[in-house]
Structures are given as C-alpha cells and as structure tokens.
C-alpha cells in the first residue's frame, strides 16, 4: 500500500521556468491538501481540495495553480517559479469522514529556484 | 478557523514521561482535536485524535481538558526517535470552511539521553 505519492521528489529550476508536482493516493480519499514548509517553519497550506471536482485557495495561494484530475490525483503548478517558492512542498489526503479522518502525508518534494 | 497555541519548544530525558499542552479556546462543538508528529526530513505522522474522552494508542495518550479548551499529548516513556516537531490542529466537522486544515508552529520535542 503506497499511500501518498509525491513526485518529483527534488527539483531545481531558474526563476521564470514552470513545473507541475504530481502527487497521487490510493486510498480512495476524498480529500488532498497541498502545504509547504520551508526551512524552521511549520506547514502552510497552499491550496486543498475537499472533493473530486473542488478545490479551494488555502493560506498562501499566491503564485501557484492546482488541479483535481481525478479522486487519487491532486497536481501543484509554479507557472513562473520565484526564489521565493523554494520549499518543500508534501502533499496529503484525508477521507471524509467528519473531523475523524486522520491525514496521511507524502515524503515531500523538495523545490529550490535559483 | 479555529486556532491552537503550543509552547515553540519542550525538553526531556529518555525514559520519562513528556506532556505537551495545547491551547484552542476558541474550539466548536464539532472540532475534533488531532496531534501530528515530524520527524526531521519526513512529513508529518498522524499520532492521535479526539472529541471529547481522552484516548489512549500505542502512540501516546491525548487527555481533553473537560471544557474543551486545551488538550494535553502524553509520551509515557519518551524516546529518542520521540524528538521530532508536534502539531496541534483542530479539524472541523462540517460547514462551509470544511476541509480547510491549517497548522500552527508546532512543539519542538528535543528528548536527551
């Protein structure tokens, strides 16, 4: 059981290039959420959605786009990446269960722009 | 969104017991209270949830205060794989703002030998 998969898992781009992080579940959850953290900080969320066919801006929408291709797979896209965005960036699901649903998080991907 | 407050950082020794508090004042009816743990380099771990009894995994413990304000996590017997970052998040069970999960700073767990 792979849970959440992130890809890729290290990235460097220029600042200006664009790139999509893939993430996919197989859990059949409802719910995926994207966050970043950078260096010392806690997790911030970037954008979620809470079912198929929704998503919604979260903390720190700015610079970033999503899409939810299908129930298993939530993508993050940095149309013109900026130092700023160097991060990691996890990936998460949860079902949709009320507030029981526990989150389960992918290892990371790992993103600096120079 | 209802918010939490935790101390930025806690210290223990291998062996005892650790207790971190959580504050959420501000907490509904319907907020169900979970703790995560991250490990350094990993992501966030679930540990454990609760409503309004307090819980006990193989984990940890979760204690709910009986007004629902604060929560405390309970390390019986801390470890050195224990230091990692602990977050507090309140997940709600319904209405408009559902599915919209955010994290404070955590608690910095440094466990020494």
């Known amino acids: 059981n792979a849970g959440v998969t992130q890809t890729p898992k290290f990235q460097v781009l220029k600042t200006g290039q664009s790139m999509t992080l893939q993430c996919a579940q197989d859990?059949?959850?409802?719910?995926m959420y994207w966050y970043r953290q950078d260096p010392g900080m806690g997790l911030r969320l970037i954008y979620y959605?809470?079912?198929?066919?929704?998503?919604d801006k979260g903390e720190v929408p700015n610079g970033y786009n999503v899409s939810r291709l299908n129930k298993r797979e939530f993508s993050l896209r940095l149309e013109s990446a900026a130092p700023s965005q160097t991060s990691v960036y996890f990936c998460?699901?949860?079902?949709?269960?009320?507030?029981?649903?526990?989150?389960?998080f992918g290892e990371g991907s790992r993103l600096t722009v120079l | 969104d209802a918010k939490t407050t935790q101390p930025n950082s806690m210290e223990s020794n291998e062996e005892e017991p650790v207790h971190l508090p959580c504050n959420h004042s501000?907490?509904?009816?319907?907020?169900?209270i979970h703790w995560y743990r991250q490990l350094p380099s990993q992501g966030p771990e679930y540990v454990i949830h609760?409503?309004?009894s307090n819980v006990n995994n193989r984990m940890a413990s979760l204690a709910i205060a009986e007004d629902r304000k604060s929560s405390t996590l309970i390390l019986h017997r801390a470890t050195l794989r224990d230091a990692a970052v602990y977050y507090c998040?309140?997940?709600?069970?319904?209405?408009?703002?559902?599915?919209?999960?955010?994290f404070g700073q955590g608690t910095i767990l440094t466990v020494h030998p």
């Open positions: 859990m059949n959850h409802n719910s």
């Open positions: 998460a699901s949860r079902d949709r269960v009320g507030g029981r649903g526990e989150l389960f």
């Open positions: 609760g409503l309004t």
């Open positions: 998040i309140l997940i709600w069970a319904g209405g408009t703002s559902y599915g919209k999960l955010t």
């Open positions: 501000t907490i509904s009816g319907t907020d169900y």
């Open positions: 959605s809470a079912s198929e066919g929704t998503t």
